[in-house]
Antibody, heavy 122, light 113 residues
Framework: EEKLVESGGGFIQPGGSLRLSCAASGFSVGSHFMIWVRQGPGKGLETVSVIYIGGRRDYADSVKGRFALLRDSSNNTLHLQMNSLRVEDTAVYYC????????????????WGQGTTVTVSS | DIVMTQSPLSLAVIPGESASISCRSSQSLLHTNGNNYLDWYLQKPRQSPQLLIYLGSNRASGVPDRFNGSGSGTDFTLTITRVEADDVGVYYCMQGIKTPALTFGGGTKVEIK
């Protein structure tokens, strides 16, 4: 079974740091376009960060310079290092896998984790 | 970024009847290869989103044929026929043509009457 399991969420004060993890099983994270998506309380879905098969990473403007996506191929795990956290970063964070990516675009996010909750508050 | 706009915000459906959700994009999602890079997801209560439809009209593995995606370019529709109680949740569209800035619609909440 292809599965993603997130961990590492918690309660943190503004300015603090957290490291989220996304452990994959049944497939290799290095063979897929992978994405972190977050959902604020009562809100919709927002792309946070992505990593391409070749290793290139990109970030939403709202987290650029504060978040870093790392891929640990030996442990088949993604990590999202979140620094200088703000109240507005409060959300459930999901990692997900693209079914397929080509030069033309992404074809569906077909495997999602259960999410991990990050609460930033003083 | 490509802006995705869904309507309605919510709808209540009688079991057995049909429901339609609209999704419009601020830019065309039709690529030169003939594919529309538009997905539909369902987030059931207290669950993660799950893929229903990819490339505008292709059902994901295990998705019942009651779910149908249609449209091209900037206008898309998800139609659910013979709605069941298990179909409740929030439906999202997402564009996959402009990476890395994959963007989602605001969601449509489907409830049972």
């Amino acid at each position: 079974e292809e599965k993603l399991v997130e961990s590492g969420g918690g309660f943190i004060q503004p300015g603090g740091s957290l490291r989220l993890s996304c452990a994959a099983s049944g497939f290799s994270v290095g063979s897929h376009f992978m994405i972190w998506v977050r959902q604020g309380p009562g809100k919709g879905l927002e792309t946070v960060s992505v990593i391409y098969i070749g290793g290139r990473r990109d970030y939403a403007d709202s987290v650029k310079g504060r978040f870093a996506l790392l891929r640990d191929s030996s442990n088949n795990t993604l990590h999202l290092q979140m620094n200088s956290l703000r109240v507005e970063d409060t959300a459930v964070y999901y990692c997900a896998r693209a079914k397929h990516i080509s030069f033309y675009g992404v074809e569906g996010l077909d495997v999602w984790g259960q999410g991990t909750t990050v609460t930033v508050s003083s | 970024d490509i802006v995705m706009t869904q309507s309605p915000l919510s709808l209540a459906v009688i079991p057995g009847e049909s429901a339609s959700i609209s999704c419009r994009s601020s830019q065309s999602l039709l690529h030169t290869n003939g594919n529309n890079y538009l997905d539909w997801y369902l987030q059931k209560p207290r669950q993660s989103p799950q893929l229903l439809i990819y490339l505008g009209s292709n059902r994901a593995s295990g998705v019942p044929d009651r779910f149908n995606g249609s449209g091209s370019g900037t206008d898309f529709t998800l139609t659910i026929t013979r709605v069941e109680a298990d179909d409740v949740g929030v439906y999202y569209c997402m564009q996959g043509i402009k990476t890395p800035a994959l963007t989602f619609g605001g969601g449509t909440k489907v409830e049972i009457k």
